[in-house]
């Protein structure tokens, strides 16, 4: 790694979590950012943390997350602490080791602090851990204003630990206790001081807890217990699909820590695993985030996309709010659990303001049914199919003109509701904004996509009738399409139709997604591929949001020219759709090379920045890290440049014209769910070829059709 990459990384703060508790702290181990702390559904219960030895802090050494994502280890030492005693018998710098190790489970963090003596002298100096807790909303900590708060209530400190609460506006009271063993010399409101005395050689241990409540004394035992316990569910959770590795090591280790990052956001809720979009904004339940992160790991991991598909359906709305932006049939956008949500501050306790979600949700339960056969999940969903396909061509198209649209209920909720959400994501050549109801041109795709989905279901499910209908529809919404959003002079489709019928004649990577869904002719889709492929979009590290040249391009913004990682994978997977390999193997090197300077952790996205030679790719930044489609995003890369799909009804793995990564001569996959079996199959480069052949027990039994 390049000492570019070296200090970009070390500026990146350090996350970990379980469950709906998280924390964010910086390359010591402290929380002193004010945007940092550990969050317990969605309310910090830890917002200030901060270690010195007689006063000083420690110099930093190195930082890093255990690979499965567990542990946080800091390494650090001292600098020259001349307390407790004459000048001549001061401590040294650099002869005092400090190891921070901790974990988050089960609503808890676990710490445990060694220091060692290396010096032959003995060694007595203050240890002072200095530590706050607010109870402020996540949505407060990111900058809402509030006119009001809940009552801080006076708190109960014990012999070793401290017991803070607070009432809220909306009811709750919560508790968030700091424990410590041993029992420190001093223990205040804020501050816990321990006298330290080491014998040359020697070290010792001190060991911290925060929680809602206090359990017994922390110990060596307990953290070693709940490491434990962490590691084996952390395993567990990787080892839920297919394993991937290939023959370079780069490229596995890209791999192993995407995998990695897709176990440690996914939480078991009570309709099974679900992916949290991200740390630290959006460690919650967001629609579109986990639907685009189950399609991404579909062919590796179809119990991630029925775990999804259960919890929306559950949630899916059945009145409608203009709060809320919820109308019957729509699919959750997102769902918090903090104290402004319930109170009614902010309209996100669950809202639904995401036109896009819907109709990916059927896509999902489409490609799902087609994965696995799994026709008694689907039989399960149906009610939820038919109410959200019956929004998308009711209230969904709200000026009738047969495009699925969006415009927010009230002024409380997102303005811009496809996945670009920011505030000037959308807007015409000539640089305005247009007035609504809006309708994206790769929602229009979603849709289509939809459409398809519930004819195949239908079929499965005997209906020949409605699976014409749908097919009908479907064809009507291409011809549609092609008609009102096509740019002729361009060679490019448009943005989106304002609510005047006016096309945002705007070059963006939504039209990539347009390919993802399949509407295009393979004639305009290869004009498009070749524009995404141009300077005017590909940055060297990836497919910008915005062309170059461009009203309101800039690089450094959040959708208007940056690359985001799931972005790029989607428009080469709609590459790859129209048989495209080159380009899509070409991109995938250069995201690759992205991953390798960021630590093999994309983040949410990154500047969109023309890459030069011998220079980094520019971190964006308050970029989530890390974020769930981010990391979903090489699989989804991988599926397409191998060209492969999953018959769950024949057990029949298809290739189509494959392909692999550069220096990447073979592939392994482990354990790949097929129905009932899981089988392990291997990918090889031979004489300019790919060639797949199944493994182990299976092999010779799994039927696999490759097309040239």
Known sequence: MSEVTAQVQIRMPFALKHGDTFLVADTTGDI?????????????????????????APEPLSASVSRDNVYFVAHMTNRRLPLLGTPEQATPEGVLHLARRRLIFERRLYECLTLTNFSVSPAQFPLQIEFGVDFHDLFEVRGRHRR?????????????????????LDGLERRSVIAFSPIPDKLEAGLAEFRIALAPYSATALYLEVGPQIEEAPSQERFRRAAAAARKAMRREIRRGARVASSTALFTAWLEKSAADLALLTTELETGPYPYAGIPWFSTVFGRDAIITALQTLWLNPELARGVLRFLARNQAREHSAFQDAAPGKILHEMRKGE??????????????????????VLLAGAYARRTADLSTIEELWPALLAAMQWIEGEGDSNKDGFLDYARGAETGLKN?????????????????PNGPIALVEVQGYVYAARLAMAELAERRGDQKAAKLWRQKAEALRAAVEACFWMEDIGFYGLALDGHGELCRVRTSNAGQLLWSGLPSPERANRVIRMLASPAFNSGWGIRTLATGEPHYNPMSYHNGSVWPHDTALCLSGMARYAERSEVVRILSQMHEAAVHFGFRLPELFCGFQRAPGESPIPYPVACMPQAWAA??????????????????????????PALPPDVHELRLRGLPLGERRVDLRFQQVGGRVVCMAEGQHRGKVRIVLEE
């Open 632 to 657: 979903g995003s090489v699989f989804m890369l991988l599926q397409a440049v191998l060209g492969l799909s999953i018959d769950g009804a024949t057990k029949e793995i298809r290739l189509e014209r």
């Open 340 to 361: 402004m949500p319930a109170h009614g501050e902010v309209p996100f306790a669950r809202y639904y303001g995401g036109v896009d979600t819907t109709p990916l949700f």
């Open 148 to 168: 009001q708060r809940g009552q801080m209530l006076p708190p109960r400190i014990g012999a070793q630990e401290i017991s803070f609460r607070y009432e809220g």
């Open 32 to 56: 002193t950012n004010p945007k940092e702390g550990m969050f317990d559904n969605d309310t910090r219960v830890l917002s200030y943390l901060k270690l010195t030895l007689a006063g000083h």
């Open 417 to 433: 509701q496809g996945w670009k959400d920011s505030q000037t994501s959308v807007f015409h050549a000539d640089g305005s904004f």
